[in-house]
């Protein structure tokens, strides 16, 4: 807001910290609970591979614009677009604010359930064999007794480590969860593909079958990428905003993309092989995780061990994204209305828990109360992975593309090489990608969705 604020701003301790921090942010329930369903319904291989077209080419075109947006106004999103594009763009700004707040509220509830799932895994109570998990997931996810304690218990965790700040909270934490859930994925995907029968599963996740590819699968793909790198909502712009100018953003920034499409490849690999392996269906959707995989464990030697540790990594894996959903609201609080860190990161989490509570009665007692055919929960999945997250995406493309581009170029090209300010060779590929097939194609897929 002023100067002597954006001078004492806490930046990360090491280019390492903030990789490990933004790939924290990047890979989470996004990669290893929805990645692995969403390519189960939607035809496996052929999913991945527009998956990954998309990644590659708009996803970290917008995440490079992101951070560079962020560092350049060196405050958070709303603050960033306003200072760069004038009070309008700040429009955009609080677009992403809000939808940080919405998804928290929603992530919330997931992430509990899997503190859930890991103690009932610990404990044997799921692994038995003959135990119907599909009943104890029914049963358990319509119980607000148990889920929104886990929620509450979900929040103060993600409350304990923004308190902290960016370098001793945030970045202190993802250093050692990341290191620490690249570990259990690996573990779980070497043993799922040595399972008997895992090569169905393998051959679903790798041979293309185009056949179940329309405009709804591209929908999909769309919202999937920007969910899983946590990009059109502001949040990459707020860790941008903590990083020095000597940084390579482009590196950065392909470091981030890589660890996060490495997770969802592993978590496929960890899930489908195992799922063909066991005889059940990839289709399951969401209850994928919650009730095929229990099934799974019951049936492989140290079953309750894989299926705990699978647990604990979506627990961690949740936890380094939803930091970074509660973190660009306080950032926000702090920037632009001079509050202080310790009391806005208890309001902004206490509020955001109050709203997972719609969310997590929607799937129990508020069963019964939908809009458009959805619960509470799947509204607010749906509008922010939906249409909130490509919307600010697609913004923020023509923003850096049209608006701010020679700024932006400058920003990018800050911490390149020996000669400090020479544009990056893929410079001009990038401002291409955000002027033109970005907004096209973000726009085209939004529209067609909408009057499908
Ligand atoms: N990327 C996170 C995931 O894959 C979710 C997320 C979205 C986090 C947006 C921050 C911002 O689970």
Redesign the pocket.
């Known amino acids: 807001m002023n100067g002597k604020t954006h001078q004492r701003r806490e930046h990360w301790a090491s280019r390492l910290g903030f990789v490990m921090a933004a790939a924290g ?7 290893v609970w ?1 990645f692995p369903y969403v390519a189960g319904e939607n035809g496996g291989a052929a999913f991945l591979i527009i998956y990954l077209a998309i990644v590659f080419t708009l996803g970290i075109s917008i995440m490079i614009a992101e951070l560079a947006i962020g560092r350049a106004a060196q405050t958070n999103p709303v603050g960033a677009t306003r200072l760069l594009g004038g009070r309008a763009w700040a429009g955009l700004g609080y677009l992403g604010v809000l939808a ?1 707040f919405l ?1 928290l509220s929603f ?1 919330t509830v997931i992430a509990g359930w899997t503190l859930s799932y890991a103690m009932k895994m610990a404990s044997g109570a799921l692994s038995r064999s003959g135990a119907d998990t599909a009943q104890t997931f029914a049963g358990f996810v319509a119980d607000p007794a148990q889920t929104i304690p886990a929620a509450a218990v979900f929040m103060v965790l993600t409350i304990a480590v923004v308190l902290g700040g960016v370098k001793g909270g945030i970045e202190r934490a993802s250093m050692v969860l990341m290191p620490l859930l690249f570990l259990i994925l690996v573990a779980l995907a070497t043993r799922a593909v040595t399972l008997p029968g895992a090569g169905a599963g393998l051959r679903f996740f790798l041979t293309p079958d185009f056949s179940k590819v329309g405009v709804a699968t591209l929908t999909t793909a769309l919202g999937q990428a920007f ?5 059109g ?1 502001g ?1 990459m712009m707020t860790y941008g905003s903590y990083l020095d100018r000597d940084q390579n953003i482009g590196h950065a920034a392909g470091w981030v993309v890589g660890l ?1 499409t490495l997770a969802a490849m592993l978590a496929g690999f960890a899930i489908l092989p195992a799922v063909f392996a066991a005889g059940l269906n990839p289709e399951a959707g969401p209850g994928l995780a919650f009730v095929t995989l229990p099934t799974v464990f019951a049936s492989i030697p140290l079953g309750a061990l894989f299926g705990t540790l699978f647990f604990v990594l979506l627990a961690i ?2 936890l380094t ?2 930091i ?2 509660l973190e660009p609201i306080v950032a926000y609080l702090i920037d632009e209305h001079g509050m202080r860190r310790v009391p806005m990161t208890i309001a902004a989490g206490a509020a955001a828990f109050l709203l997972s509570i719609p969310s997590a009665l929607s799937l129990g007692p508020w069963a019964g109360f939908t809009v458009f055919g959805k619960g509470i929960l799947d509204l607010l999945d749906a509008l922010t992975a939906g249409i909130m ?1 490509p919307v600010g995406g697609l913004l923020v493309a023509i923003f850096v593309g049209w608006v701010i581009a020679p700024r932006m170029m400058a920003e990018i090209s800050a911490g390149v090489g020996a000669g400090h300010g020479q544009p990056p060779r893929f410079a001009r590929l990038w401002l291409w990608i955000l002027r033109l097939p970005a907004p096209v194609a973000i726009a085209w897929i939004l529209l067609s969705w909408a009057m499908a």
């Open positions: 942010s990047a890979v989470g329930l996004g990669n929805r940080a998804i992530y969910f899983s790198l946590s990009i909502l949040a996060d894996a949740a994204s939803s970074s959903l997250l």
